[in-house]
């Protein structure tokens, strides 16, 4: 049966607990090892550490239980993403990208999938179901994407993607299983960046891969075993501690940045401000049918590049810093990445400081940065 996510969440801590025997330490252990005990036969057992890893099987487990899926962990994202397009594409393959997405998947593809003969498109979230998918061997969504904050509708691509024969993959860094569920909605593949709010304190860099496709998790498992690019074990021990919180962080993330986002819209100092909850933002609709929550991610429009420096530099609760989904909140111009937003763009990552103290802080900032 499906749990809610608050019957996920409530069991997540638990799921160790319920196998533990007598004088078990109730914490996990970390297991830092290459060797394991392996005399005779080896077939059934722990063989060696870029085989498997009894801390990484303690979070995976975690994970798994989050998506409803087999889940597998890697030290980024990135590292994530990859192990999705080298254990899945060959020479021929076409793929489909958001072009408002995350800029390194796009980088990614330009300079070393093109050079094994793997081709790729780009179109933006907000009409990427224009052109259908013909042709497409995989086509990659991210939504609300980074940092545009459009969407897309997850469960319309993957009808009309599976019709022309393509795998889906979803990036839902921006949601975490708690705000957002790809596979339920037809995604055949969840890869997300474990480094943002799952793990919550900007101290690890990780990342998953979860499916429900049996052969698919197989040829990522495969590949992450021979190519190496494996997690460490203390950083999955420290994912693991972060999940025990991920709920609760999230939702306080998510109220705080429901309360604020209109009462930024209403700041004479603001010019524009796209967030998935608000009613009239251009995703709201779409926001609503496919999402849990509407995430901790708010984008604001100020004056002129100076003024939103000004605003980020100044504000006493806010961490000037790119990355997102920290327990602080934090901002940055997405500009200066070479993002094609406005100047005065800036994406807010808001996090779990108390809202009143924060919005509180946000306010005068904005009022200081404009006078
Ligand atoms: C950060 C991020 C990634 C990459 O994660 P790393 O852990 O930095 O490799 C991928 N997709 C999205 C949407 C991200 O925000």
New binding site residues.
Partial sequence: MPHGPDERAARLAHLRGQRLKKGDPVALPLTMSTMFHLPGDPAGFKQYGRFSNPTWDALEEMLSHLEDAPALGFP????A?SAVFYALLKTGDRILLPSD??Y??RVLSDRFLTRMGIGFDTRPTATFLDGGFDGYRMVFV?TPA?PSLDICDIAAVARAAHEAGAIVVA?N??MTPYGQRPLDLGADIVVA?D??APNGHSDV???HVASRDTEIMAAVADWRKLAGGIPGPFEAWLVHRGLETLHVRFERMCDTAETIAPRLAAHEAVKSVRYPGLPGDPSHNLARAQMQRFGFLVGLTLASKETAERFIGECELIQPAT?FGGVHTSAERRARWGDAVDDGFVRLSVGCEPTEALWAAIEQALDRATT
């Fill in positions: 980024s994202g990135m590292a993403s997405g995350y390194t998947t991210e980074n990036d860094t921006t960046a480094t943002k860099l990780f990342g990355s």
